[in-house]
């Protein structure tokens, strides 16, 4: 059970955005893995849902509604009905929640959205088509729904060479978010 212990350092992309979820608010970790995010955000004082198909590598499960889902597996969604001030994906794409994510946001609600893209078959897995984003495949997702904060497409060096995209989106309908300055 050492791999219990063994918890990656939060994406720099979730760290740079992190502040924009609004103070104590509630977070949704999707598919927190070992729940690097999820920690992150219990520590800035946050309220964390954290879901997984299986939560057996989730480090802590102190003061985390911890929720153990199929989510590709035919269920309806867990969370239906409830609304989040932040969402957070990292390498993960089920392409039928992209809609439910961005509607699960409270207004003023901030996405944050990162995981693999198209090229990135020659850096390693995944290489399935199936959990690779299309070219602008984010945008698309949250266009006329959600304000792009940011977005980025391409390649990254760190922690490993691979091909990505990342997106930072708000429900900016009633509550506008300033945009932080660059990294």
């Not at 924009?20 to 800035?44: E, M």
């Amino acid at each position: 059970m050492a791999s219990r212990s063994l918890i990656l350092p939060p994406s720099p992309w979730v760290l740079r955005f992190a502040p924009l979820i609004k103070d104590a608010g509630n977070v949704l970790d999707l598919a927190c893995g070992s729940g690097r995010h999820t920690v992150l955000f219990t520590a800035r004082g946050h309220r964390v849902t954290a879901v997984d198909r299986d939560l057996s590598r989730l480090s802590s499960r102190e003061n985390i509604e911890a929720l153990e889902a199929d989510l590709e597996g035919g269920n309806p969604w867990p969370l239906a009905g409830r609304r989040f001030d932040g969402i957070v994906v990292a390498n993960y794409l089920f392409r039928p929640l992209l809609p439910t994510l961005t509607d699960s946001l409270s207004p003023g609600g901030v996405l944050i959205y990162e995981t693999f893209a198209a090229g990135n078959e020659v850096y390693g897995r995944p290489r399935n088509p199936d959990f690779l984003l299309r070219d602008g495949e984010l945008l698309d997702a949250v266009a006329g729904k959600l304000t792009v904060v940011a977005y980025e497409s391409g390649r990254i060096e760190s922690p490993a060479a691979a091909a990505v995209q990342r997106i930072t989106a708000v429900n900016a309908a009633e509550n506008p978010v300033p945009i932080p300055p660059p990294a």
